[in-house]
């Protein structure tokens, strides 16, 4: 029934020590979320025997995630509803902890917790309350079982979409699971990175001897590796259960029915869909026209410096583009596909074709333009025009849901370019039905299936009759009979004109596909059309380096710990109350201006300055303002105030590493581990508020809902992606939420042993120093205060 895959043959990790499986049994499941009448899940009941390797199958929305969150114990985690029926792993109910379970989330950003690969797998040990020793051998038991290529210190965002999935998997491993669930562990990754991921997660398999649950939806490389098969039905029903071969033989009409991916079926054909559904409101050239030209572009990502960025970066490493010098041309009438591997600027490439980001050089024009935008780059076109003319289907579906209904959400660019009322809202009702999203008309789309959102985000792409549709992976998360609407939706904007660009790792849908652009390493690369040769391919330099690690040598304060740079910081803002004149806070400056080489080291200034400097400005420009007679002596000295505490406090600041100040807050100040670990885990998530901002911020202007340069308009701008942050963030921190109690973080509370820690906390002669020198400065004002009394 399957076929052999030869990136099977690369890169096969070392295996963990054994630790054996566990027995699963789970009797008349039934979940039922608040708020829906139709439950998820509908008295599921199955059994295994501890080493069994079980293939949970079934259509997009079945309930096989909630399944496997229900067996790990999390279900209740962030979610509300009726769970009703019982679970046990060997002989415990997951839910009230210490559960022998260990689940790999969909997503494995959701997983990650730290910004260093070593911590990033200590996670789960620490919450087993092991000593350091044990942590540490479980750390590199783990990433050798995986296969990891990368070391301790490694930055978490500077990997590859799988060894991303490696990392998270062995922070599943470290916690010694003898019930290993996997959630679609290789959906996103190209053929070799999927090859590697399996080969480690069959390895770990053998070698331990767990009882594994595994869901995909493209399983036909899984099927040597597994002993059964259990299908679950559109309703969250058990309707096939046994051995694998056989069940799928046995039940293959009913599998094909619920739109199970087969193996060895035929090619899906894409879904005939009337023209009318999705053909342009505006004239598009003909048959061959170009619609989208990139000449020679190239991007640098220049990495972003956060609140938790420790060094500074070397010329060369800004230098290092992500695409370079790239040429492509997207026609009216055919579809482009982009290929690639895993991080070789796939989605880059999408983006800049639907006008939505700025390249580093070279241009991305419309092409047969007429008018106002003719000249124009497509990323300086207003947001209307670019609605009008650009569809865009984000790789992150969630990212496009602008309206609090599924229906709104479909209608809303319709609206806002003003589109006949009929006409949208019959290609609308058609799209969803044929997208089988019609009986979710009035549900709020969060509440949608990864599968769901994605054939959403399609409609509200297509709904208004744009002439270029740009999708970043469309296909992710269909079954069967969803893959052939998706494909229908493209293959007939294809037949009525439109200009059809697909970023994706996706064999069937790169068949369907005129023309081929692969990518490596950022740049294009010869290849016959169909399908690509895939490498995994890492990321480029620059992210690699975008948390470097601190260097020695460079000043005091980078020896010292994060207590001693916090408390430091706090001594400078209780100085700068006693800065009262002009004369007072530039003696103190120049103190603090002598004394910076020796704390901070010679270094340029930091970029990370500039808000504390238009801090500066503005108190003092505020001060001047108020002041009576607008007294130029009180602004300077509400400027002093603030720089003699807030510059060198953001430099310091900088130098903190939340997972160090977390150690320190738990085993030097005796702060309750369990919140300290929270926030420490937020504030691991903090820098990339900024770019969910922008991928925010892009949504809405594609989308036609960018406001004007007016005030107003940008007041009503900031609010909605102000309020689209706080659900976005929200929704993040509820998946993250799970994926921290599905690798224990609940343990020390339901088993009574405390969190242990990975790294010690030391004092050091530095932090005294440093202490000693904070406490000298903060007291330069008041001194200067006290002898000028005395001289009085």
């Known amino acids: ?121 200590a996670f789960g040990p620490e919450n087993l309350g092991l000593s350091r020793k044990e942590i540490w051998q479980r750390v590199r038991e783990s990433l050798d079982a995986v296969g990891f290529p990368h070391g301790f210190e490694h930055p978490v965002d500077a990997m590859s979409g799988g060894e991303s999935q490696r990392l998270a998997l062995a922070g599943v491993l470290a916690l010694g699971p003898r019930l290993i669930l996997l959630d679609e562990p290789t959906a996103m990754l190209d053929p070799v990175a999927s090859a590697v991921v399996r080969n480690a997660i069959c390895a770990v398999v053998a070698d331990t001897a767990a009882t594994i649950i595994i869901v995909e939806h493209h399983f036909d490389n899984w099927l040597d590796k597994i002993d059964r098969v259990i299908v679950l039905s559109a309703a969250g029903i058990v309707v096939a259960d046994g051995p694998a071969t056989e069940t799928l033989a046995a039940h293959s009409e009913t599998l094909a029915a619920l739109g199970v991916w087969i193996p060895e079926a035929p ?62 041309i997207a026609r009216a009438g055919e579809i482009l596909a982009v290929v690639g591997a895993s991080g070789a600027g796939k989605s880059t490439l999408a983006a800049l074709l639907a006008g939505l980001s700025v390249p580093s050089g070279g241009t991305v024009h419309a092409g047969g333009v007429v008018g106002a935008n003719s000249s124009a780059q497509l990323c300086n076109w207003r947001s209307p025009d670019l609605a009008s003319r650009v569809g865009w289907v984000p790789q992150q579906a969630e990212l496009a849901i602008v309206a609090q209904t599924v229906w709104d959400d479909a209608m809303s660019t319709c609206r806002i370019l003003d589109r006949d009322e009929q006409v949208a809202e019959a290609r609308v009702t058609g799209l969803l039905t044929a997208l089988g999203l019609a009986g979710l008309r009035e549900s709020d789309p969060h509440l949608l299936s990864g599968g769901e959102l994605r054939r959403l985000a399609l409609v509200g792409a297509i709904a208004h009759g744009p002439s270029v549709l740009v999708l970043d992976e469309p296909t992710v998360g269909q079954d069967r009979l969803t893959w052939t609407a998706v494909a229908g939706v493209i293959t007939a904007s294809r037949a009525a004109g439109l200009a059809v660009i697909v970023a994706t790792h996706d064999a069937h849908l790169i068949e369907l596909a005129d023309r081929v652009i692969r990518l490596d390493h950022g740049r294009v690369v010869e290849g016959a059309h169909g399908a690509p040769s895939i490498v995994e391919t890492p990321p480029p330099v620059t992210t690699m380096a975008a948390r470097p690690r601190r260097r020695s040598g460079r000043g005091l304060a980078a020896r010292c710990g994060p207590l001693s740079l916090l408390g430091s910081s706090i001594l400078l803002a209780i100085g700068a109350l006693f800065i009262t004149d002009v004369r007072v806070g530039a003696v103190a400056l120049l103190v603090e201006a002598v004394l910076a080489p020796m704390v901070f080291g010679w270094v340029r200034p930091s970029a990370r300055l500039l808000p504390g400097l238009l801090a500066v400005f503005s108190v003092g420009f505020s001060g001047w303002l108020l002041s009576t007679g607008q007294d130029v002596a009180v602004g300077i000295t509400a400027g002093l105030r603030v720089a003699f505490f807030v510059l060198p406090g953001i430099l310091m600041a900088g130098m903190i590493d939340p997972f160090a100040l977390g150690d320190h807050l738990a085993q030097r100040l005796h702060f309750p581990p369990r919140p300290v670990v929270a926030a420490v885990a937020a504030m691991q998530r903090f820098d990339t508020l900024v770019d969910q901002w922008q991928q925010l911020a892009r949504t809405r202007r594609i989308r036609g809902l960018a406001g004007g340069r007016s005030p107003v308009a940008r007041i009503r701008t900031a609010t909605a992606l102000t309020f689209g942050l706080l659900l976005q963030s929200l929704r993040q921190a509820g998946r993250m939420a799970v994926a921290m109690e599905a690798r224990g973080f609940s ?36 001194g200067l205060i006290l002898l000028a009394q005395v001289g009085n």
């Open 747 to 782: 343990l020390p509370l339901a088993s009574g042993v405390g969190r242990s820690w990975a790294e010690p906390a030391p004092w050091t002669a530095a932090d005294s120093v440093l202490i000693g020198i904070g406490i000298v400065v903060a007291a330069i004002p008041a």
């Open 267 to 328: 090619p899906p054909v894409p879904l005939r869909l009337s023209p009318e559904l999705v053909i342009p409101f505006d004239e598009v050239g003909g048959h061959g026209t170009p619609a989208v030209v990139a000449d020679m572009v190239t991007v640098n990502r220049t990495p972003r410096v956060g609140l938790t960025a420790t060094d500074t970066l070397a010329p060369s490493v800004l230098a290092s583009p992500v695409l370079s010098q790239i040429n492509a």
């Open 1 to 121: 029934m399957s076929h052999a895959d030869p990136a099977d043959e690369v890169d096969t990790p070392q295996p963990a020590p054994g630790i054996g499986g566990a027995r699963l049994d789970v009797r008349d499941v039934t979940w039922r979320p608040y708020g829906q009448d139709t439950p998820v899940l509908s008295g599921v009941t199955l059994h295994a025997e501890p080493g069994e390797r079980i293939l949970l199958i079934g259509p997009s929305g079945s309930g096989k995630s909630t399944l496997l969150r229900a067996i790990a114990g999390v279900l209740t985690t962030v979610e509300s509803g009726q769970l009703e029926g019982s679970i046990s792993v060997d002989g415990r109910d997951p839910h009230e902890g210490g559960s022998s379970a260990g689940l790999l989330v969909q997503d494995p950003a959701d997983a990650m917790v730290a910004g260093r690969v070593g911590r990033e797998v």
